[in-house]
């Protein structure tokens, strides 16, 4: 199912376990509940095209991350201020 307000995320159910995938242009992040779900998500993904796996994230697109084993941070103002300065507005 692709998230409504966004056509690059899309969200996967199972039972009470979930994935989420969010694509833009070639790179892709897969956030997941439990580790099966993400072998079966990956896997079903291989199959129609190719992949590389560069392993955890810190920095996509501008969006920082901060993962640790219990919480992900995802941090959008060093993306917003550069949009800013960009526009002359910040």
Known sequence: MCLWSDPCIY?????????????????MLMFV????????????VKSEWEITNLRVP???VGIELTISPDTIFISLSKYIK?????????
């Open 82 to 90: 550069s949009i800013l300065l960009k526009e002359d507005l910040g």
């Open 33 to 44: 509940m439990m580790i099966e779900l993400k072998h079966k998500a990956k896997a079903d």
């Open 11 to 27: 969200i996967w159910h199972v039972a009470e376990d979930f994935v989420i995938i969010t694509v833009w242009v070639d790179d």
């Open 58 to 60: 810190s920095k996509i």
